[in-house]
T-cell receptor, first 113, second 117 residues
């Protein structure tokens, strides 16, 4: 069965610090990968997605993620976080050709001003 | 484009009553919609896949008779929580897949917070 692990449950950073959130999945076939952000009191927003091609994916708000197939990972990065990045971040995976998403447990990021 | 709405955004009901939540794709057609449940400080758990014109597919452990899903049109799916109890209190989120594309991306609604007293 597919599963998604986000190892960092809570992360606290100061503004301008660099961010890396881990995401690992278990599935042997071709996958599509997503990172979503949920700001307090708001709905899920897509940060970036990977379907195929360049494994380094750039998303909105300065975020990027790198798909490393050999490590089954899709870590999210941002060189310099801002206070407004305080939110919960979810990694999601689906097996290509299926519509079912499997979400990770989420990482709650707090950025101190 | 690709906007999904949910109604209501929040609802409070008494134990034993039924509550209907609507999910609409506003600017695209969705033959497939999905219903998730999110407990406080937890991730989204897929409850069921809603297919236009046919029966929904429920995930293991989700009671079909408890959570009734109807996908009567290409832009609307409804989730009815029947005989609601306090343990059904949760954040319910729907998503929809654009039928025009072959991509697997889902677009998420803003969610409905259900509180059962």
């Amino acid at each position: 069965a597919q599963s998604v692990s986000q190892h960092n449950h809570h992360v606290i950073l100061s503004e301008a610090a660099s961010l890396e959130l881990g995401c690992n999945y278990s599935y042997g076939g071709t996958v599509n990968l997503f990172w979503y952000v949920q700001y307090p009191g708001q709905h899920l927003q897509l940060l970036l997605k990977y379907f195929s091609g360049d494994p380094l994916v750039k998303g909105i708000k300065g975020f990027e993620a790198e798909f490393i197939k050999s490590k089954f990972s899709f870590n999210l990065r941002k060189p310099s976080v801002q206070w407004s990045d305080t939110a919960e971040y979810f990694c999601a995976v689906n097996a290509a050709g299926t519509y079912k998403y499997i979400f990770g447990t989420g990482t709650r990021l707090k950025v101190l001003a | 484009g690709a906007v999904v709405s949910q109604h209501p955004s929040w609802v409070i009901c008494k134990s034993g009553t039924s509550v209907k939540i609507e999910c609409r794709s506003l600017d695209f057609q969705a033959t497939t919609m999905f219903w998730y449940r999110q407990f406080p400080k937890q991730s989204l758990m897929l409850m069921a896949t809603s297919n236009e014109g046919s029966k929904a597919t429920y995930e293991q452990g989700v009671e079909k008779d408890k959570f009734l899903i109807n996908h009567a049109s290409l832009t609307l799916s409804t989730l009815t929580v029947t005989s609601a109890h306090p343990e059904d209190s949760s954040f319910y989120i729907c998503s929809a897949r654009d039928s025009r594309t072959t991509e697997d991306e889902q677009f998420f609604g803003p969610g409905t917070r259900l509180t059962v007293l």
